[in-house]
């Protein structure tokens, strides 16, 4: 039994202030008000007996006692989390055949949970996934090569095809470590190195160049590159810099020492990855397929990348139908 005082509201809260420092964004993050973001706190802190966050500071900062809180406490969430997101798809045992696309954003954390679970509810099922770009999957979608695909939205609509939103995914910069302290008052410093592009043919690409298009943008044409893991890599090594999401961020975590992450300085934009499932199979299926994503987007992704860069919060969230 949990002592009294501490819910899981509270949890949520304080998890949340300490990724913020801000009862505004933590409000923001967790759908409460300003007013009941401070009192979930006053009740935790309360309960505990001791001061989890220095309410003196703006951004408020987590105390040693605080940290030491936190760590049991982002760990209770996820668990609880993932408990929920393995009970969102229940049983899909009626499906004969099941052929899912992932984009391969997802390799490192959240495809391998996503399947360990179908798999476990596809008892009597056929079932294939495969991962690859957006392109490629919404082109197999389009085929009726798939049942579901999961994939960046191109914002187009059509009769045969619903679609499900899962996630908003920002663009960001992303510099070798330490060449940039400030990039939206250091533009020049951006020309010093070259811009490092994804594979033209790639969504990814299109929609980043058009966004500079619209902003007016140029930047010397040297690299154009279709591994997203060996653009990072060469962020990496000090070659040039380039624009990505938090997304592609969080899956080049080995590179993370020496990379830094800035918002976007020219212009914010971003990109939506959505569940798409033919209209005469929009049963409760790809609904609860979607619920089980964002949940795992929640606790896999979004969470550890807010942890890790909390000026993302109120920008990468889920998205709800």
């Not at 391969?104 to 008892?123: C, E, G, H, K, Y």
């Amino acid at each position: 039994m949990l002592m009294k005082g501490v819910t899981l509201r509270g949890l949520e809260v304080f998890e949340a202030l300490a990724k913020t420092g801000s009862v505004a964004q933590a409000a923001e993050l967790t759908g409460l008000s300003q007013p009941a973001v401070s009192q979930q706190l006053r009740n935790l802190e309360k309960a505990l007996g001791s001061d989890l966050v220095d309410h003196s500071r703006r951004p408020m900062l987590v105390t040693a006692a605080g940290r030491n809180f936190l760590n049991r406490t982002e760990v209770v969430l996820s668990e609880l989390r993932l408990a929920q997101s393995e009970l969102t798809v229940m049983d899909l045992t009626h499906l004969s055949t099941l052929s899912i696309g992932l984009i391969d954003d997802f390799d490192n954390d959240l495809t391998p949970r996503l399947v360990t679970i179908l798999a476990d509810s596809l008892t009597q099922c056929r079932f294939k996934m495969i991962t690859a770009s957006s392109h490629d999957i919404s082109r197999a979608m389009a085929a009726r090569d798939l049942h579901i695909a999961v994939a960046a939205s191109t914002g187009e609509q059509r009769e045969d095809i619903v679609e499900y939103p899962l996630v908003r995914d920002p663009f960001i910069l992303v510099a070798p470590k330490g060449f940039l302290s400030d990039p939206s008052t250091q533009e020049e410093l951006l020309r010093q190195l070259p811009l490092l592009r994804y594979d033209h043919e790639q969504l990814i690409s299109q929609q980043i160049e058009a966004h500079l298009a619209q902003q007016k943008l140029e930047f010397e044409e040297r690299f154009e590159i279709g591994s997203h893991l060996a653009l990072m890599a060469m962020v990496a090594r000090r070659i040039g810099w380039s624009v990505t999401t938090p997304l592609g961020y969080m899956r080049a975590g080995r590179f993370h020492d020496q990379i830094d992450a800035f918002p976007l300085p020219f212009g914010a934009f971003s990109r939506d990855i959505s569940l798409f499932a033919a209209a005469d199979w929009a049963d409760r299926v790809p609904r609860d397929v979607a619920q089980t994503m964002r949940h795992l987007l929640q606790s896999q992704v979004i969470g550890p990348a807010i942890s890790q860069l909390p000026w993302l919060a109120g920008q990468l969230q889920v998205m709800e139908e």
